[in-house]
């Protein structure tokens, strides 16, 4: 059973355009949504997350826009740039299971 | 520098040869963690542990094992067992189990020929 659905599994955006990547999850005890980076060959980097008493968290030019009710939360890359081009994976974790569950991940190509 | 170090960063075994890949962390974290990454899969969790001398199966341990002996280390043993191991392993540390941060390590590819 996969908890948390990530779409699309590939998205290829303009210089300066929108990237949004969407996340759907089942488990109503998830509180915490974060948002992670992977360039090619590295290790996954923290980018962002949010817990369900906002619904939405800015940090520069990316945003998560959280939707409790729907059980849905994306990721916004404002000004996509080429350097954003990477793997990006939502995960959430919560209730009595503290470990992340994992997206199948998006990748994302920004062309210059 | 502070941070978790994966050894060796590519790994070539022959099948049937049990491998063993390194963890290390200077971050002070007892909550330490073991995924396996393949293409379209995203992150699939083999084993963690929550303090020194303790760890559970994650959602894949066959063919898995590991060791908790030392806070800061937290070697994956890869065996014969493991019908698939080729792949690109992550090794990760949090504070404490129930922390939110998570680090990951930069990983090691295991190529089985």
């Known amino acids: 059973q996969q908890q948390v659905k990530q779409s699309p599994q590939s998205l290829i955006v303009q210089k300066g355009g929108i990237s949004i990547i969407n996340c759907a999850y089942e488990?109503?005890?998830?509180?915490?949504f974060p948002w992670y980076q992977q360039f090619p060959g590295k290790g996954p980097a923290l980018l962002i997350a949010?817990?369900?008493?906002?619904s939405e968290k800015k940090e520069g030019r990316f945003t998560i826009s959280f939707n409790k009710s729907a059980k849905q939360f994306s990721l916004h890359i404002m000004d996509s740039q080429p350097g954003d081009s990477a793997t990006y994976f939502c995960?959430?974790?919560?209730?009595?299971?503290?470990?992340?569950?994992f997206g199948k991940g998006t990748l994302l190509t920004v062309n210059p | 520098d502070g941070g978790i170090t994966q050894s060796p960063k590519y790994l070539f075994r022959k099948e049937g040869q049990n491998v063993t890949l390194s963890c290390e962390q200077n971050l002070n974290h007892d909550a330490m963690y073991w995924y396996r990454q393949d293409p379209g899969q995203g992150l699939r969790l083999i084993y963690y542990?929550?303090?020194?001398?303790?760890?559970q199966k994650g959602d894949i341990a066959e063919g898995y094992s590991v060791s908790r002996e030392k806070k800061e280390s937290f070697p994956l043993t890869v065996t014969s067992a493991q019908k698939n191991p080729t792949a690109f392993y992550l090794c990760a540390s949090k504070e404490a189990d129930w922390a939110d941060t998570q680090y990951f390590g930069p990983g090691t590819r295991l190529t089985v020929l």
């Open positions: 542990s929550q303090i020194v001398n303790d760890f």
């Open positions: 949010i817990r369900p008493d906002v």
């Open positions: 488990n109503t005890a998830f509180d915490y």
């Open positions: 995960a959430a974790s919560g209730g009595s299971n503290y470990k992340l569950t």
